[in-house]
Structures are given as structure tokens and as C-alpha cells.
């Protein structure tokens, strides 16, 4: 199982990024996926979630200005995020929702400045 990261970086306060995620070795079409993120100095916290389906959901703090979406053909998870503030930053993760949860990947790192 692998998840890779990559999208992140550097923004202003109301900027934009788009993270995206491709999966290998994993039911990715069958399967929720998800991402998280992990501020500094705190834990890693859930943000989004697809379901196979495209059923999705997010926590209240991202909600109208994050897009979960996903590609079941490109194995692919991205996650728009717009009107970027500077509680969003952290390491930003895709993972599987399954029970072990997979090993998690490298993450890639947003940074939002005032």
C-alpha cells in the first residue's frame, strides 16, 4: 500500500492549492478515502472524506472552501482548498478509511502566512 502526496506549499492568507494523492497496491475504488492533516505541534486530525460513491463530508472548519474529489480510473484523491487561512497549515495526508488503517505516507506540507 502507498499513498504520495504532493501539492503543497506556500500561501497567503486567502490563497489557493489544489493537493492530490495517487494510490497504489490498495481497493481504492471500493474503498472511503480521506484526508487529514496534522498542524504543528498537534495531532493528526480527519478534514475530508469520499466514499466510493462520491458521497462526501467535511469537518465544519473547512466546509465551503475545501473540495474532496476523486478518480476511480487514476487511482487519484485531490483535495482543493481555497481561502486558505492560517489554521490550515500543517502536513497534509491521504489515506484508505479500512480497518488496520494502511500505513500512512510522506504527507505534503501547507503553509499558510497572515
Known amino acids: 500500500v502507498q499513498f504520495v502526496e504532493s501539492g503543497g506549499g506556500s500561501v497567503q492568507s486567502g490563497g489557493s492549492l489544489v493537493l492530490s494523492c495517487v494510490v497504489s497496491?490498495?481497493?481504492?475504488?471500493?474503498?472511503?478515502m480521506g484526508w487529514f492533516r496534522q498542524p504543528p505541534g498537534e495531532k493528526r486530525e480527519y478534514v475530508a472524506l469520499?466514499?466510493?460513491?462520491?458521497?462526501?463530508e467535511y469537518i465544519d472548519s473547512v466546509k465551503d472552501r475545501f473540495v474532496i474529489s476523486r478518480d476511480n480510473d487514476k487511482n487519484m484523491v485531490w483535495l482543493q482548498m481555497e481561502d486558505l487561512r492560517p489554521e490550515d497549515s500543517g502536513i497534509y495526508y491521504c489515506?484508505?478509511?479500512?480497518?488496520?488503517?494502511?500505513?500512512w505516507g510522506r504527507g505534503t506540507q501547507v503553509a499558510v502566512s497572515s
Open positions: 489515506n484508505g478509511i479500512a480497518k488496520p488503517t494502511p500505513p
Open positions: 497496491d490498495f481497493p481504492f475504488s471500493r474503498a472511503p
Open positions: 469520499i466514499m466510493a460513491d462520491g458521497t462526501t
